[in-house]
């Protein structure tokens, strides 16, 4: 499971809080016009005490009861039809477990128990995010409105492509290391992934993702950690063949993740500070999930 954080629009913290007093208060309806919005991401690596004392903990019931509940109300042909699912269980020789299966109604459980109204993605998740619109309003149409219906925010990158096979999306779990590029590289990992990219034998620099995905993926790349438009950027390589390219973008995202890498060392030397952020963040997250849960099941009779 992989609540992360749940972030407000601004100034909407105080009204939150206003309406929720901790458990037993009555969930916030959401008003016209406020967002909330929630994002997630698989957690990778080992959990620290820290982490399990701070979140994981407080995540832990309210998450997997309202998962519980709606994955009563989802039939298993509709989880079985999902891209996602049929991919990786296809890729384990059909072998894929109950968790993976069931995982996109977790899913659903993180981001309709805090009443989000908008959700971060990438393209790959608008599928599940179809699943957690379907299991809003079919909650909302027995038990009476409740959920707000969330909508996806994607962005012009919604899918970063593979270094390696611009034709797949760019994943944490590629074999191929080349494949992606990672926050915490060094700038000369990140000039070896640019300068091994895949592209074509075009040198010239275009912009055309249907006949050029790999040159295209640099590009849209580019423009994405410059500000600039895929326009400007075409314009600003005129006479640059795609080997010298590859490394023009390279340096234009180690500029773009220096003051994230910088950022990120800050942070592991203060763990005090961590843990702080990681309690607060999950006394925060407490403070709604817990009402709008305990409503949940009043509403379908649990209580
Ligand atoms: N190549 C790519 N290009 C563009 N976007 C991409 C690319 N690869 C990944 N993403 C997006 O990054 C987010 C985290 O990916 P995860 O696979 O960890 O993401 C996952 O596996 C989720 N199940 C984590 C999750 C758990 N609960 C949630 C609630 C709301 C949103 C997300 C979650 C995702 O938005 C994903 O779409």
């Given amino acids: ?7 407000k629009a601004r100034g909407c913290w105080s009204s939150i809080r206003a309406l929720h007093k901790g458990p037993g208060a009555v969930p916030a309806a959401q008003k016209d016009g406020m967002k909330r919005v929630f994002s997630g991401i698989q957690p990778t690596g080992i959990p620290h005490l820290g982490n399990y004392l701070g979140a994981i903990e407080g995540w832990v019931p309210e998450h997997a009861q309202l998962s519980w509940i709606l994955s009563c109300m989802v039939r298993l042909p ?30 659903a459980a993180d981001i309709l128990l805090y009443k989000s109204t908008h959700v971060p993605v990438g393209e790959d998740q608008v599928q599940h995010m179809e699943l957690v619109q379907d299991l809003a309003r079919g909650f909302n149409t027995k038990y009476g409105e409740f959920f707000p219906v969330p909508k996806s925010i994607l962005t012009s990158m919604k899918k970063v492509k593979s270094l390696r096979d611009p034709s797949a999306k760019m ?41 050029r995905e790999g040159v295209s993926n640099m590009v849209a790349i580019h423009a994405a950690v410059t500000g600039l438009t895929v326009e400007e ?36 030397m203060d763990q005090d500070h961590l843990e702080k952020v990681l ?16 409503e949940v099941k009043k509403l379908v009779g649990f209580l």
């Fill in 279 to 294: 309690q607060a963040g999950s006394a925060k997250a407490k403070e709604l999930a817990y009402p709008v849960c305990q």
């Fill in 1 to 7: 499971m992989a609540l992360r954080s749940v972030r």
């Fill in 78 to 107: 509709r989880l079985q039809h999902l891209h996602q699912w049929k991919a990786k269980t296809a890729k384990q020789k059909h072998d894929g477990t109950v968790g993976l299966l069931t995982y996109p109604v977790l899913q």
């Fill in 171 to 211: 994943s944490k779990s590629d074999p191929d290391k080349l494949a992606t590029v990672r926050i915490t590289d060094s700038p000369e990992e990140i000039v070896q992934k640019f300068r091994k990219a895949v592209t074509d034998f075009t040198s010239e620099v275009t912009y055309d993702p249907a006949s």
């Fill in 233 to 268: 950027v075409v314009q600003h390589s005129i006479g640059l063949d795609t080997a010298h390219y590859k490394l023009m973008v390279a340096d234009a995202v180690i500029e773009k993740f220096a003051p994230i890498k910088s950022e990120i060392k800050k942070l592991k």
